[in-house]
């Protein structure tokens, strides 16, 4: 088991939801429920996954659920770029989101890589 608290990853991707529920709160009211949902969820379950798998018994389990939550930091990339190409981003909040989750999601490829190279 690891303490998740320790690890750079949970840190900065608990920084990135944060983020996330702060930007999609000036989302129009019509998406706050649809893309805005969506975004929060996707962006929760990046540090929740870290967090669980960190908690496994195994490497194998833990490596499974940082699939997971590289799989989740796409899907709230993609989900991002939607939300900017429909105007609810502003450029200068886009840009630097998505080097956050760019850093994030080659974090979470290295711990993995880390992992399976343990003896």
Known sequence: MHNFRNLQV?????????????????????????LASQLNKSAVSVPSNIAEGAGRNTIGEFNNF?????????????Q?????????????QFI?????????????????SSLLNKP
């Open 66 to 78: 940082l699939g997971i939550a590289t799989g989740s930091s796409y899907e709230m990339e993609t």
């Open 10 to 34: 949970w840190k900065d991707s608990i920084d990135l939801a944060v983020e996330m529920y702060k930007i999609t709160g000036a989302f129009p009211v019509a998406e706050r429920y649809n």
């Open 96 to 112: 630097p989101i998505v080097e956050k989750m760019h850093s994030i999601q080659r974090m979470t490829y290295s711990l993995k």
């Open 80 to 92: 991002f770029i939607i939300a900017n190409r429909l105007g609810f981003v502003r450029e200068e």
